[in-house]
């Protein structure tokens, strides 16, 4: 197996787990370990063992994913690959967030963006600014999730990366979602859905549907909740999202168990559960076996209904999953409490309870001891009934408090938000204007780097060609004409010459007085640039012919002269930029300009070695004298061949 050919083996399985092809992603990356010449290479094996790690995580499968996480991390920092270490140790947090261990993914997250911002990583500082921010939503500290989320958007909106504004728009409706603030919600997932419909991310745009459902559901809008839905779940066929398949058709069960259409819901938790198993998501299979026990639970058919809950809590004990533990322990409790069989109803909620403590969990904290109520009132305990029910009471309005506590300090953040955004849109417009300024006077390429952060910009080119071009007698013609005609003749020639640059692909360096240098092969490098140089040559003087007479009897001439050779090139100045050649190629074309004729186009025999004769006629000048460099051979460009 070539190098090639491996690059491309690696790429193809980083595509087939982006559309969920999740065990064919495996089986790929795993045939690839069989090959020596991966074993050989330390940067693709860390690669193929990274891809893994994704592959295991969308399966659910923790352990495996961070074992192999652990792997290429390893690699990485041996060969000191810092660009895939950061990535690498985020993607470890990424596991930890889907263990519940949100110290351990803070932990990981932190440590990858200290490395981004040593390395100036605009990118990578965003992406875990806003994975920061999942961990804090996941602890209900939005406040706090709303601050990093903010510090991200700030980062994809500095560097215009749409995609990341898009995400962190969708993380802000999240956070409000979860607030029941729908409203704001819906504000914040339409502008997320606007963008990407925009950038043509279609994944992301049925996600964005998906969520604008979720918030109808909540508001009890079943048929709008369906509409946005449908939209989402044909986007995900369309482009063969299995995962976002599946996700949506949980999503129309939720609907149907919320219109009692039981059947319904049934049938399409059992559709989604069975795309879960083809692709191996184990995480999803229990989510979904939980829904069908629940949807038994309304047939009353609890002997049912406890063997899916049973099959969904040994999945979630499998993959670590606490908060769907304390689900499925709790709904199991919960149907032994409709059966009657109280000590068991009793073990199940305890154990739920138990840990739901350990894990810091109110929200599901406050479920159980309403549980507890129902059970010990049907078993007659009425004091141990109404004990728990305080504790439901207390638990419940501890949440309200703190999320009122929570709804005015975000209403203070947003306020902030709002006043940084305003301030956002003057600094962009003002950076706007500067980038302009920018790529109005230096090369786009070289304009885009200085604005990426380099510091230093300095390129060595083995073969470019350089031109200048004088005015013959300006002198004589600047005395004849007012400064007003002077300027604006000069504006006409060199305009036209900026168009013929652009027309061949060439870079104008600057004009000083009547000299006008421009040059092919830099700052994109080209192996035709002498041809597109010599091309140019002639139709400026094409163009200088046909130029209107600005004094009478005096007629407008040029002198040209090219070589080809290896030159320096690269910014100078700290306050006024100034994009800038050196080298003896300079030097010499400018030999060949000041030493040619008026009216003629004088090159280097090295350009006409390097532009060949079958592009070009050329006429022997023969040997002569060239101040500073000696005897050498020249020519005259005459015509395109």
Same mark, same amino acid.
């Given at each position: 197996?070539?190098?090639?050919?491996? $690059?491309?083996?690696?790429?193809?399985?980083? +595509?087939?787990?982006?559309?969920?092809?999740?065990?064919?992603?495996?089986?790929?990356?795993?045939?690839?370990?069989?090959?020596?010449?991966?074993?050989?290479?330390?940067?693709?094996?860390?690669?193929?063992?990274?891809?893994?790690?994704?592959?295991?995580?969308?399966?659910?499968?923790?352990?495996?994913?961070?074992?192999?996480?652990?792997?290429?991390?390893?690699?990485? *920092?041996?060969?000191?690959?810092?660009?895939?270490?950061?990535?690498?140790?985020?993607?470890?947090?990424?596991?930890?967030?889907? %263990?519940?261990?949100?110290?351990?993914? !803070?932990?990981?997250?932190?440590?990858?963006?200290?490395?981004?911002?040593?390395?100036?990583?605009? +990118?990578?500082?965003?992406?875990?600014?806003?994975?920061?921010?999942?961990?804090?939503?996941? !602890?209900?500290?939005?406040?706090?999730?709303?601050?990093?989320?903010?510090?991200?958007?700030?980062?994809?909106?500095?560097?215009?990366?749409?995609?990341?504004?898009?995400?962190?728009?969708?993380?802000?409706?999240?956070?409000?979602?979860?607030?029941?603030?729908?409203?704001?919600?819906?504000?914040?997932?339409?502008?997320?859905?606007?963008?990407?419909?925009?950038?043509?991310?279609?994944?992301?745009?049925?996600? =964005?549907?998906?969520?604008?459902?979720?918030?109808?559901?909540?508001?009890?809008?079943?048929?709008?909740?369906?509409?946005?839905?449908?939209?989402?779940?044909?986007?995900?066929?369309?482009?063969?999202?299995?995962?976002?398949?599946?996700?949506?058709?949980?999503?129309?069960?939720?609907?149907?168990?919320?219109?009692?259409?039981?059947?319904?819901?049934?049938?399409?938790?059992?559709?989604?559960?069975?795309?879960?198993?083809?692709?191996?998501? *184990?995480?999803?299979?229990?989510?979904?076996?939980?829904?069908? @026990?629940?949807?038994?639970?309304?047939?009353?058919?609890?002997?049912?209904?406890?063997?899916?809950?049973?099959?969904?809590?040994?999945?979630?004990?499998?993959?670590?999953? *606490?908060?769907?533990?304390?689900?499925?322990?709790? =709904?199991?409790?919960?149907?032994?409490?409709?059966?009657?069989?109280?000590?068991?109803?009793?073990?199940?909620?305890?154990?739920?309870?138990?840990?739901?403590?350990?894990?810091?969990?109110?929200?599901?904290?406050? $479920?159980?001891?309403?549980?507890?109520?129902?059970?010990?009132?049907?078993?007659?305990?009425?004091?141990?009934?109404?004990?728990?029910?305080?504790?439901?009471?207390?638990?419940?309005?501890?949440? $309200?408090?703190?999320?009122?506590?929570?709804?005015?300090? #975000?209403?203070?953040?947003?306020?902030?938000?709002?006043?940084?955004?305003?301030?956002?849109?003057?600094?962009?417009?003002?950076?706007?204007?500067?980038?302009?300024? %920018?790529? =109005?006077? !230096?090369?786009?390429?070289?304009?885009?780097?200085?604005?990426? @952060?380099?510091?230093?910009?300095? +390129?060595?080119?083995?073969?470019?060609?350089?031109?200048?071009?004088?005015?013959?007698?300006?002198? *004589?013609?600047?005395?004849?004409?007012?400064?007003?005609? #002077?300027?604006?003749?000069?504006?006409?020639?060199?305009?036209?010459?900026?168009?013929?640059?652009?027309?061949?692909?060439?870079?104008?360096?600057?004009?000083?007085?009547?000299?006008?240098?421009?040059?092919?092969?830099?700052?994109?490098?080209?192996?035709?640039?002498?041809?597109?140089?010599?091309?140019?040559?002639?139709?400026? $003087?094409?163009?200088?012919?046909?130029?209107?007479?600005?004094?009478?009897?005096?007629?407008?001439?040029?002198?040209?002269?090219?070589?080809? @050779?290896?030159?320096?090139?690269?910014?100078? @100045?700290?306050?006024?930029?100034?994009?800038?050649?050196?080298?003896?190629?300079?030097?010499?074309?400018?030999?060949?300009?000041?030493?040619?004729?008026?009216?003629?186009?004088?090159?280097?025999?090295?350009?006409?070695?390097?532009?060949?004769?079958?592009?070009?006629?050329?006429?022997?000048?023969?040997?002569?004298?060239?101040?500073?460099?000696?005897?050498?051979?020249?020519?005259?460009?005459?015509?395109?061949?």
């Amino acid at each position: 197996m070539t190098y090639e050919e491996l $690059q491309q083996a690696i790429e193809k399985c980083d +595509d087939l787990w982006k559309s969920s092809q999740l065990q064919e992603a495996k089986a790929l990356a795993y045939e690839l370990l069989e090959h020596q010449e991966l074993q050989e290479d330390a940067q693709s094996l860390a690669k193929v063992y990274n891809l893994l790690g994704i592959v295991f995580w969308r399966l659910s499968d923790y352990p495996k994913a961070l074992e192999y996480f652990e792997k290429a991390l390893n690699i990485n *920092k041996e060969i000191g690959d810092k660009l895939d270490i950061a990535p690498t140790l985020g993607n470890i947090g990424n596991v930890y967030v889907y %263990l519940s261990d949100y110290p351990k993914a !803070l932990e990981y997250f932190e440590k990858a963006l200290n490395i981004n911002e040593k390395n100036g990583n605009n +990118d990578g500082i965003a992406v875990n600014l806003g994975n920061i921010g999942i961990v804090y939503k996941r !602890l209900s500290d939005y406040p706090k999730a709303l601050e990093y989320y903010g510090r991200a958007l700030h980062i994809y909106e500095e560097i215009g990366k749409k995609v990341g504004i898009a995400a962190n728009l969708g993380n802000f409706g999240e956070v409000y979602r979860n607030l029941s603030n729908y409203p704001k919600a819906l504000e914040y997932y339409q502008k997320a859905l606007n963008i990407n419909e925009e950038i043509g991310r279609k994944d992301y745009t049925a996600a =964005n549907l998906g969520n604008i459902g979720l918030v109808y559901l909540h508001l009890s809008d079943h048929p709008k909740a369906l509409e946005y839905y449908q939209k989402a779940l044909n986007i995900n066929e369309e482009i063969n999202n299995k995962l976002g398949i599946s996700n949506i058709l949980g999503n129309f069960g939720e609907v149907y168990l919320q219109q009692s259409d039981y059947s319904k819901a049934l049938e399409n938790f059992e559709k989604a559960m069975h795309i879960d198993e083809e692709i191996g998501d *184990k995480a999803g299979i229990a989510f979904n076996l939980g829904n069908i @026990g629940s949807v038994y639970l309304y047939f009353t058919d609890y002997s049912k209904s406890i063997e899916y809950y049973r099959k969904a809590l040994m999945i979630a004990k499998e993959i670590g999953d *606490k908060a769907g533990i304390i689900r499925h322990l709790g =709904n199991i409790g919960r149907a032994y409490t409709i059966l009657a069989d109280y000590p068991k109803a009793l073990e199940y909620l305890k154990n739920a309870y138990s840990l739901s403590i350990e894990i810091d969990t109110k929200n599901l904290t406050m $479920q159980l001891l309403i549980l507890f109520s129902e059970l010990y009132e049907k078993m007659g305990e009425i004091n141990t009934a109404f004990s728990y029910y305080k504790q439901y009471i207390k638990v419940k309005d501890e949440i $309200q408090s703190e999320e009122a506590t929570k709804q005015a300090q #975000l209403m203070e953040h947003h306020r902030k938000i709002e006043e940084s955004e305003r301030d956002r849109q003057v600094k962009l417009a003002r950076f706007q204007e500067q980038e302009k300024i %920018l790529h =109005n006077i !230096l090369p786009s390429q070289i304009a885009d780097r200085m604005i990426e @952060g380099e510091k230093t910009i300095v +390129d060595s080119y083995d073969s470019v060609s350089v031109l200048f071009a004088d005015i013959v007698g300006f002198t *004589k013609l600047s005395q004849r004409v007012t400064p007003e005609q #002077l300027v604006a003749g000069l504006d006409g020639i060199f305009n036209t010459f900026d168009l013929l640059a652009d027309k061949y692909g060439c870079e104008k360096i600057k004009t000083i007085g009547d000299c006008y240098m421009v040059v092919a092969g830099l700052p994109e490098r080209c192996d035709d640039h002498a041809k597109r140089l010599g091309a140019m040559a002639l139709e400026m $003087q094409k163009a200088i012919e046909e130029l209107p007479v600005l004094v009478e009897n005096i007629s407008i001439a040029m002198r040209i002269g090219i070589h080809s @050779g290896s030159v320096v090139a690269g910014i100078i @100045g700290k306050n006024k930029y100034a994009y800038d050649l050196w080298g003896d190629a300079v030097n010499t074309a400018s030999r060949m300009e000041s030493h040619g004729e008026a009216g003629k186009i004088h090159v280097s025999e090295e350009f006409r070695n390097v532009v060949g004769e079958s592009s070009f006629t050329f006429i022997k000048r023969g040997e002569m004298d060239i101040k500073g460099k000696g005897m050498m051979k020249t020519y005259f460009l005459e015509s395109n061949r």
